[in-house]
T-cell receptor
Framework: DGGITQSPKYLFRKEGQNVTLSCEQN?????MYWYRQDPGQGLRLIYY???????QKGDIAEGYSVSREKKESFPLTVTSAQKNPTAFYLCASSTRAQDGYTFGSGTRLTVV | RKEVEQDPGPFNVPEGATVAFNCTYSNSASQSFFWYRQDCRKEPKLLMS???SGNEDGRFTAQLNRASQYISLLIRDSKLSDSATYLC??????????FGTGTRLLVSP
């Protein structure tokens, strides 16, 4: 079955560490997105990519980096420059925004 | 003004009740609208798209009022399993969607 796979489901990061969250889709979608969700808050866009080898900053890109070397994959790196990384990270993909997004099951990142 | 605004709730209703949520949006150029459902600690899932003519899917009815820039979701005959957070979502151009903070629904026996 087609879908989006995020891994790991839970991730613990020490202060000063970079960590990379994986997002893979087999839906043949061109566009992929990374969102962050904090408790009681809405989804905030970190980065998005509409085509391979191209990506754009979202509303809260500082302290994050991405790559889009393959259509299926859109990994997110949370760098040590991100001061409040503890959150629920959601990856999504779509063919067109008019069709809505499909989300992965998310990665819950905690700084320890 | 927020791009998408929703009443956070919670809306507490008994099983079998009818409940309605509204959502307002600021971008009059938006063309696509959705309701998503998010269960606690899970990813959002598409509930239904919202069309200008209104649309219905079983117990769920969505309406769009472009003149007043609001979207509504009506749930009839509420079930315990309808308890969740309902996210209003609006397209903002450049293939991006903006998500509201959600309205929490609690259905009790």
């Amino acid at each position: 079955d087609g879908g989006i796979t995020q891994s790991p489901k839970y991730l613990f990061r020490k202060e000063g560490q970079n960590v990379t969250l994986s997002c893979e889709q087999n839906l043949n979608h061109d566009a992929m997105y990374w969102y962050r969700q904090d408790p009681g808050q809405g989804l905030r866009l970190i980065y998005y990519s509409q085509i391979v080898n191209d990506f754009q900053k979202g509303d809260i890109a500082e302290g994050y980096s991405v790559s889009r070397e393959k259509k299926e994959s859109f990994p997110l790196t949370v760098t040590s420059a991100q001061k409040n990384p503890t959150a629920f990270y959601l990856c999504a993909s779509s063919t067109r925004a008019q069709d809505g997004y499909t989300f992965g099951s998310g990665t819950r990142l905690t700084v320890v | 003004r927020k791009e998408v605004e929703q009443d956070p709730g919670p809306f507490n209703v008994p099983e079998g009740a009818t409940v309605a949520f509204n959502c307002t949006y600021s971008n009059s150029a938006s063309q696509s609208f959705f309701w998503y459902r998010q269960d606690c600690r899970k990813e959002p899932k598409l509930l239904m798209s919202v069309y200008s003519s209104g649309n219905e899917d079983g117990r769920f009815t969505a309406q769009l009022n472009r003149a007043s820039q609001y979207i509504s979701l009506l749930i009839r005959d509420s079930k315990l399993s309808d308890s969740a957070t309902y996210l209003c979502v609006v397209e903002k151009g450049f293939q991006k969607l903006v998500f509201g903070t959600g309205t929490r629904l609690l259905v009790s026996p």
